[in-house]
């Protein structure tokens, strides 16, 4: 997927900001961390008789202690003789008897982590434990070994902090992720499907069969109105014809912020041609049928449709800047993921670059790579078929939603949330679907029902919608 949290904006399958990886002792909105562990701290003891696992700092926001912790984990689970690195993980801990909410994010953590609760563990009143994946941020092995970043070797990184973990605390876990972050929670419960509970993916998209992209095409052909269609379509050819005028812009507006293109789509022309191929589909990830209202007609002037494009999909990003954190998410979509691959018929003849919509085209060379479609079939086959207790979230306009999972029959769903982009959660469900979606979460988590007044007193913590914001710099 291209992303944007996406998963590759379509391409791409996103919160974060890119910049240094270190971490500070506090957080300067929060109360500072507690002095060393006493005798009476037996959390802090638990958590630091973990073998491999360190404190870095902690924080206390209003009924919680917030940890930023660091865990070891070998470069290769079949083989951990090879090495290890520091994985990067975060602690919400609100009781030790508290349901527990595995929040798979598909990317880094931001570099100075902050309290945040998930849908799920609002849901529940939980506690959370969300995870860096190996290869983004400071969690990746040094050197790098970019044959290790695969679905396998995250999985079971996870499964060995549930297990550690597990020392901790005593209630049920419940998994949860959103785009790329709901994928690694399928893949995930896939491989150790004893670990959690129960599984709550949010917009996670399903590109089984990678070469057969019709579904893509198909959804844009029928999302929206066809006023609101035509408008995007237009815009996208006017931009192209314009190419002559709007790629000299692009190059003094990289010049002027020091952004190149050489060591990833590799000029001005190529980036410029992926930015506009892009737009329609970010238009779609992030907006709804009310901003059609302000795509530019194609009588627009040259700094009006540049000045729009950038407010969609924003210049910067396939720039060699722009995709560098982004990386491991390509390698990945290049090597198992797949991407969307929409056919731009109503394109053609005024695209130059052939097969430019594809992960390869915005990785460095010696990154590129042949894809494996056993993965994806192999996991689309075990949810279809073998799977339990998955609960799958889309939004009924974004096109990540294109190609699905689909759920098997033991005790697993799949809800549509009516008009959503790729920020659908159970909250914007119908009302029938958002009540049955929470009675099954709860009952997955062993949660007895409480009545709202009790729920909604619960201590503030900022609510995470769990996806990365393309980047802009």
């Known amino acids: ?41 037996t959390l802090l003891a638990r958590l630091k008789a973990i073998p491999g696992l360190s404190v870095v700092s902690e924080t206390q926001p209003a009924g919680y202690r917030f940890f930023v912790l660091t865990f070891t984990q070998p470069v290769d689970h079949r083989d951990p003789g090879k090495g290890t690195y520091q994985q990067r993980l975060t602690l919400l801990h609100r009781s030790e008897n508290a349901p527990v909410v595995l929040f798979t994010g598909g990317y880094g953590l931001p570099v100075n982590p902050s309290a945040s609760r998930t849908e799920p563990t609002r849901l529940l009143d939980g506690n959370q434990v969300s995870v860096e994946h190996r290869f983004f941020r400071s969690s990746r092995p040094d050197p790098a070994d970019w044959r290790k970043l695969d679905i396998w ?20 876990w419940i998994q949860t992720g ?23 993916a949010y917009v996670a998209p399903n590109d089984r069969v990678n070469p057969s992209d019709h579904a893509y095409d198909a959804f844009f052909a029928g999302v929206g109105d066809a006023a609101c269609r035509t408008a995007l379509d237009d815009l996208q050819k006017e931009a192209l014809k314009r190419r002559d005028r709007l790629v000299p812009r692009l190059e003094a507006y990289a010049a002027q912020n020091g952004y190149t293109f050489a060591r990833t789509l590799g ?14 589909w970010a238009f779609w990830q992030y907006s709804t049928t009310a901003d059609c209202a302000d795509v530019p007609p194609a009588t627009a002037s040259d700094d009006e449709l540049y000045a729009w494009i950038d407010s969609v999909a924003g210049w910067s990003f396939y720039t060699d800047q722009g995709i560098e954190y982004y990386t491991p998410y390509y390698y990945q979509a290049a090597t198992q993921l797949g991407w969307p691959e929409p056919k731009f018929r109503h394109l053609r003849g005024l695209t130059r670059h052939r097969g430019l919509y594809q992960p390869n085209s915005v990785l460095p060379a010696e990154l590129r790579s042949r894809h494996d479609p056993r993965p994806m079939l192999g996991v689309d086959h075990w949810v279809r078929s073998r799977s339990s207790r998955m609960m799958f979230v889309y ?43 929470t009675a099954i979460l709860r009952r997955w988590a062993g949660v007895a029902d409480t009545p709202p007044a009790a729920r909604s007193a619960q201590p503030s913590v900022p609510d995470d919608d769990m996806l990365p914001d393309r980047q802009t710099f």
Not at 16 to 36: F, I, K, M, N, Y
Not at 178 to 200: E, I, L, N, Q, W
Not at 396 to 416: I, M
């Open 1 to 41: 997927m291209i992303v944007r949290t996406r998963v590759i904006p379509a391409l791409v399958l996103a919160l974060l900001t890119a910049g240094s990886a270190a971490l500070p002792a506090t957080a300067a909105a929060e109360s500072p961390a507690p002095p060393a562990a006493t005798a009476e701290d």
């Open 267 to 280: 000029s001005a022309d190529r980036s410029f041609e992926m930015t506009v191929l892009d737009t329609v």
């Open 153 to 172: 070797q995250e999985a079971s990184d996870e499964h060995r902090i549930v297990r550690a973990l597990k020392t901790v605390y005593s209630g049920k």
């Open 178 to 200: 959103a785009s790329k972050g709901g994928m690694t929670s399928v893949y995930h419960r896939r491989f150790y499907p004893g670990d959690v509970d129960g599984v709550v």
């Open 395 to 437: 939004g009924e306009n974004d096109p990540w939603g294109a190609e699905r999972f689909t759920p098997s029959r033991n005790d697993s769903h799949l809800y549509v949330a009516p008009g959503a982009n790729h920020g659908a959660n159970i909250a914007a469900l119908a009302e029938g679907d958002r009540e049955a979606a």
